[in-house]
């Protein structure tokens, strides 16, 4: 997805703020990190990752829910 909106994260200007990507716990940002550089060297000067929230134990006790249940903003 990256790559085909490659000239978008090119044209934006550093003077505003940056996108912000969610993402859940299961990916290893320095990983991504590393590859999307690879791509576009400034890319990090544009974007910025965001965790999404995991549902605690608690919270999965009252929704009645146990073992993996998707992050709050699925």
Partial sequence: ???LNIDYFKSKPVNIPKIAILLDHGYH?????E???????QIMTKITFERSTKPSKHEKEVQGKSGFVPAIAR
Avoid: R
């Avoid at 590859?35 to 060297?41: A, C, F, G, N």
């Fill in 35 to 41: 590859k999307l550089e690879q791509v576009y060297p």
């Fill in 1 to 3: 997805m990256l790559t």
């Fill in 29 to 33: 940002l320095d990983y991504l990190i």
